[in-house]
């Protein structure tokens, strides 16, 4: 079965350049969530979705900071403009039934994001 | 309040012998715990996880974790370590849909 897909799994950019993740979650699966992980803060959540609806997003950095969920199969996350401490390795993740009920969460590789 | 301790940052053993990983929880109700592994430049894995069935929970790759709620404890073990063992394991306990993250113990295995 496929997983969590994510693209790119490496991303370096400028400063000041816009840059979306991306995230297929697993099929079947109606939640999804985005992580940010770097040394010094560990997995941080930045938004939680539910049936394609921003359930929890109290995560999100600040306003350069937006994610979308157009559908059950795609999510993006959207850094405009971007900085050098946004620079993390960002996860997706996904779980059937909300994540109540007890069900794990399945992540993606996550992609790699250097701002220079 | 939740929370999640890792009581060791790194743990270093040789190969063929037992692994114990250490993590205490705190919570005001019936806590769901997982534990995840994490390999360089991959996502977390599921291990395995406890959802008050069985105390004693068996996971992949020969894991297994016991659940003590007298000690609060949910640690980690595997009777003979593998070379491909090596990588940072997580415990993790479920909040709703919030994950509450300990903070990681990197697992060295020794030839």
């Known amino acids: 079965d496929a997983g969590v897909i994510q693209s790119p799994r490496h991303e370096v950019t400028e400063m000041g350049q816009e840059v979306t993740l991306r995230c297929k979650p697993i099929?079947?699966?109606?939640?999804l969530f985005w992580y940010r992980q770097t040394m010094m803060r560990g997995l941080e959540l930045l938004i939680y979705f539910n049936n394609n609806v921003p359930i929890d997003d109290s995560g999100m950095p600040e306003d350069r900071f937006s994610a979308k969920m157009p559908n059950a199969s795609f999510s993006t996350l959207k850094i405009q403009p971007s900085e050098p401490r946004d620079s993390a390795v960002y996860f997706c993740a996904s779980s059937p039934q909300g994540s109540q009920g007890n069900q794990p969460q399945h992540f993606g590789d996550g992609t790699r994001l250097s701002i220079l | 309040a939740q929370s999640v301790t890792q009581l060791d940052s790194h743990v270093s053993v040789s190969e063929g012998t037992p692994v114990l990983l250490r993590c205490n929880y705190s919570?005001?109700?019936?806590?769901?715990l997982f534990w995840y592994v994490q390999h360089p430049n991959k996502g977390l894995q599921l291990l395995l996880k406890?959802?008050?069935?069985?105390?004693l929970v068996k996971g992949i790759n020969g894991f297994e974790a016991e659940f003590k709620k007298s000690e609060t404890s949910f640690h980690l073990t595997k009777p003979s370590a593998h070379m491909s063992d090596a990588a940072e394991y997580f415990c993790v306990l479920d909040s709703s849909y919030k994950l509450i993250f300990g903070s990681g113990t990197r697992l060295l295995v020794r030839p």
């Open positions: 406890y959802t008050s069935a069985a105390t």
């Open positions: 099929s079947g699966h109606n939640s």
């Open positions: 919570s005001s109700y019936s806590p769901s």
